[in-house]
């Protein structure tokens, strides 16, 4: 077992920042960066970790629950966290795996985590109160965590990430799921924007890549997370979710699998995949301007394709 201390110590912060100069169509016109968050730790996905970080501080919660589905790089990371920093652990799954349990629900039971298998009806009461209430009562020390760690605390962890960036930028993109991610970095980018001119130009930007179907959905979950409504220098492009969660058509694949043996680190195809394709495309199609200066997020989450 680790104290928090020992632990943070075990973590790559901050995480590295990369140049990035793939041979791609319209890449030398551009500086572009990869702010390398799956390099923090080997097991616990980048961004996971992020939104965990201020959910995780002294005195450490007696008991931790979540929830996820069977693959979950939310649940891995929590469930390797509280494992070493000895915390008793329960995560309510979407599905029952008992009779083939995945690689991530392996990790888990290693790990020492209760699992506690729901169907579909029970899992979408995930965030109805009454049903967390009952949660509360059967579990009275408990802290609860929502799936994926979308929390408000887990901007702050998204912050840190971002002040971490020591180049000027002009962009960041990240790739949106719950939203919580882009929501952070949007507020840690409004506070620098607060501070400047008000030509638009010079304003730090963030571009989400929506990884399932959902437009007009994802913005509404990164409003919710919003401190200040603020619809300016952000976007969420739905161009490149691939016909949904998850789902990854042989081109995509092809494309991770070729930037895998070509490149100094790896993508999946759930998230970085497509970021990754959506930042090669949009410079083909020259929507950076020339000059312009891009940091991609890359959240991690290699577990998760295993
Ligand atoms: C969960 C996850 C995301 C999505 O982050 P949100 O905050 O849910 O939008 C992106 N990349 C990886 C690797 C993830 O595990």
Not at 73 to 94: Q, S
Not at 111 to 126: D, G, M, S
Request: proline share 5%; aromatic share 10%.
């Amino acid at each position: 077992m680790l104290s928090l201390d020992e632990f943070k110590t075990s973590l790559t912060l901050p995480s590295p920042l990369i140049p990035f100069k793939p041979n791609w169509e319209g890449a030398s016109k551009v500086s572009l960066y990869v702010k390398r968050d799956d390099a923090i730790h080997p097991v616990m996905s980048g961004n996971k970790w992020r939104k965990l970080s201020h959910a995780l501080t002294s005195p450490l919660p007696n008991h931790v629950i979540s929830f996820g589905g069977g693959f979950s790089n939310h649940l891995h990371a929590l469930g390797f966290a509280c494992y070493k920093l000895g915390i008793p652990f329960t995560a309510i799954i979407r599905g029952d795996y008992s009779a083939a349990p995945s690689p991530m629900i392996k990790d888990l039971m290693q790990w020492q985590t209760r699992i506690e298998y729901v169907n579909r009806i029970t899992y979408n009461k995930r965030n109805d109160s009454t049903y967390l209430d009952e949660l509360k009562l059967e579990f009275p020390n408990a802290i609860i965590i929502p799936e994926g760690g979308s929390q408000a605390l887990a901007l702050q962890g998204i912050k840190d990430m971002v002040d971490e960036i020591e180049v000027d930028f002009d962009f960041i993109v990240a790739p949106v799921a719950s939203g919580a991610t882009l929501a952070g970095i949007i507020n840690a980018l409004n506070k620098r924007n607060s501070l400047m001119a008000t030509d638009f130009r010079s304003h730090y930007k963030a571009i989400g890549i929506g990884v399932l179907k959902g437009e007009g959905y994802l913005e509404g979950l990164v409003e919710q997370f919003l401190t200040t409504s603020s619809q300016t220098h952000w976007h969420i492009d739905h161009s490149y979710h691939f016909g949904g969660y998850a789902k990854a058509p042989s081109e995509l694949q092809t494309f991770c699998s070729d930037f895998n043996n070509t490149m100094e680190f790896e993508i999946e195809p759930v998230y970085s995949g497509k970021a990754f394709w959506a930042v090669k495309d949009m410079l083909a199609k020259g929507k950076f301007e020339d000059g312009s200066r891009i940091v991609v997020l890359h959240t991690g989450g290699l577990q998760g394709a295993r």
